[in-house]
């Protein structure tokens, strides 16, 4: 049994290594922090990333403890936290990557400002589900793209885990929402509210006839890259934008600029890595909190359910491409 000063925590010592349970001082929380117990942390691509060494960009060091998403409930404040009380539910992208201790633990001391109350009508799994992918799309949407009511969008890999959240904010915002996938995709595409688009039977002109008269898409989100953000170029309207959260290729630039349109990247990370903004994100999180009690937000599960001593089975479903839905462990 777990004492009162340590907390059970799944290790990562090299690249490529399995996660190994241990046993580590918990944290307390400083100023401006909360001491949050998991209850439920989601495993992201990005994860795998960082576990097979190939995540320069996540700048976390070896030793570490993975995962960036949580929900969790309240144990205790640091000084200066009032908005947050002891017994609240929470959610939040709060580690992870930077050094900063991910969520496969017992307890997290996170930053207050990257918390909101998690949504009442969601479960902690449900909740635990949404942070990264969330955010991710709110910034490209509403932050960079100002996506209004009307507008046309275009979202790139409607079935993916941002994909699916740009579907239901566009919706949300009332936008005109299509959305691009496989054609095993298209039912679940439909089921949120987007027109599907079989991107590996339509030709970029011939869905930009279809759907916009020839005119193109007033917002474009890209969650694929390469040769997909080069078509989404093609399909943007004059003075639109084209919005990427996998900009990292390299790519001509002439059909966006003949168009006057604006490309934007999404770079989710850059709050936990440079402390900049992290109030914003607990900000988007709260808009999350008020679409889903709205049940305007549904985060896709898979159905299997993984506890703390199923965590490398956990990471493994993700890796082989077997899960139907955003993987998430129960503490």
């Given amino acids: 049994m777990t004492s009162p000063n340590t907390m059970k925590a799944a290790i990562l010592d090299k690249a490529g290594a399995p996660l190994q349970l241990t046993d580590i001082p918990r944290p ?3 100023a401006g922090q909360v001491l949050v117990r998991i209850k439920a942390s989601a495993v992201n691509p990005l994860d795998l990333k960082i576990a097979k060494g190939e995540a320069a960009h ?10 960036i998403d949580m929900a969790g409930i309240v144990e205790e404040l640091g000084p200066g936290v009032t908005q947050f009380s002891i017994g609240d539910e929470v959610y939040g992208m709060t580690g992870g990557v930077g050094g900063h201790q991910g969520t496969l633990a017992e307890f997290i001391a996170a930053d207050a400002h990257l918390l909101a109350l998690k949504p009442s ?8 589900a949404l942070p990264l992918v969330f955010i991710t799309a709110w910034e490209g949407l509403v932050d960079r793209a ?19 959240m740009a579907i239901q904010i566009g919706r949300a915002l009332g936008a005109d929402v299509f959305a691009t996938g496989a054609a095993k995709d298209r039912a679940y595409i439909e089921s949120r509210g987007a027109r599907f688009i079989d991107y590996s039977s339509t030709s970029v002109a011939d869905y930009v006839a279809a759907h916009t008269a020839g005119r193109g898409f007033d917002v474009i989100y890209d969650t694929v890259g390469g040769a997909v953000l080069d078509a989404s170029f093609n399909a943007v309207t004059r003075f639109g934008h084209v919005v990427s959260a996998l900009g990292w290729g390299t790519h001509a630039l002439a059909p966006l600029s003949f168009r006057a349109a604006s490309y934007s990247g999404v770079f989710t990370l850059l709050p936990l890595l440079t402390g900049e903004g992290r109030a914003h994100h607990g900000e988007i999180l709260r808009m999350a909190t008020k679409l889903a009690e709205a049940g305007k937000l549904v985060p896709k599960l898979d159905s299997r359910h993984f506890t703390f001593a199923d965590v490398n089975e956990a990471h493994d479903a993700l890796r082989t491409q077997a899960a139907a839905g955003k993987i998430v462990i129960e503490m």
């Fill in 146 to 164: 100002t996506l209004r009511a009307g507008q046309k969008l275009l979202v790139h890999g409607g079935a993916g885990g941002v994909g699916q």
């Fill in 58 to 67: 996540a700048r976390h060091p070896f030793p570490a403890i993975l995962g």
């Fill in 121 to 128: 009508r969601l479960s902690m799994r449900e909740a635990a």
């Fill in 28 to 30: 307390r929380p400083v």
